[in-house]
């Protein structure tokens, strides 16, 4: 019994020393593995190549819808004229022509003084249209229209035996109303003055006086007779000194004037 103790001891120091032993392997190995990976995987990491970029995508083919087929072309029918285009409207004109008939009468006044023993044929003058003539619905020619015309003839009064008053013939050529619108026209006036009348008794008083003279003179009737002849001579003397009336047209005079021919005039619509 004593000898087998001894023997046990030793080898359960060995027991022991041998299981510290494989411990401390075991833990080596297990410290050896756990760092192995880590550096395993490090350099896997640092060995593999960076990934290539993905390869751009394939372009989609495009689909075309089937082109629909043309109809088959027909023969053009036969050519027709083309139609004329309408005639246009002509435009509305702006004026619109108004006549004053012949015959009419227009009442005016001379606007400047006329005077046979004065003024010569050719002189000009001017009239006032004093009363407006309406044709219809419209004013063609308004109060206060001018009128111009000419002398045509003019006979001074004339003194003698054959004394006359002086005459003067109007003739009125154009009229032009306020706003400016203008037209011939055909008109005239004629007078003459009146004469002075004393003529025939200037004769016929001095006949009588020189056969009432001749009568009281000589107190026969041959006497009388013979102042009659005397006296009438003497009457005819005086009657040749005698000279008619001038004709006178004073400015403002009023006259009326007929129409010889119509008036037209272009007047706004």
Not at 12 to 37: E, T
Not at 110 to 115: P, Q, R, V
Not at 226 to 251: F, H, P, Q
């Amino acid at each position: 019994m004593n000898q087998w103790k001894p023997s046990l001891g030793s080898k359960g120091c060995s027991f022991l020393c041998l299981a510290a032993l494989v411990a401390l392997l075991s833990l080596a190995c297990s410290q050896q593995a756990s760092n192995a990976p880590a550096d395993e995987g490090t350099q896997v990491a640092e060995s593999t190549p960076a990934p290539e970029p993905a390869p751009a995508p394939e372009p989609v083919p495009q689909q075309y819808e089937p082109t629909q087929q043309a109809p088959p072309m027909q023969e053009p029918a036969p050519s027709r004229p083309a139609p004329r285009p309408a005639p246009s409207a002509p435009p509305v004109p702006k004026t619109i022509a108004v006549t004053v008939p012949e015959s009419t009468p227009l009442n005016i006044k001379i606007t400047e003084s006329l005077n046979s023993g004065m003024n010569h044929e050719g002189d000009a003058f001017t009239a006032t249209l004093v009363e407006a003539v309406i044709v219809g619905d419209r004013v063609v020619l308004p109060e206060g229209s001018t009128i111009e015309g000419t002398l045509v003839s003019v006979v001074p009064a004339k003194k003698g035996i054959k004394e006359s008053g002086g005459a003067m013939t109007l003739s009125f050529d154009r009229i032009t109303t306020p706003s400016g619108n203008s037209a011939s026209m055909a008109a005239s006036f004629a007078q003459q003055a009146k004469s002075t009348g004393k003529k025939a008794g200037t004769i016929g008083g001095s006949a009588a006086g020189g056969a009432l003279l001749g009568k009281v003179l000589g107190g026969s009737t041959k006497d009388a007779a013979i102042g009659a002849v005397v006296g009438g001579a003497i009457g005819t003397g005086v009657a040749a000194g005698t000279k008619g009336s001038e004709l006178k047209l004073e400015a403002g005079t009023p006259m009326t004037i007929t129409l010889e021919r119509p008036i037209t005039l272009q007047m706004k619509r």
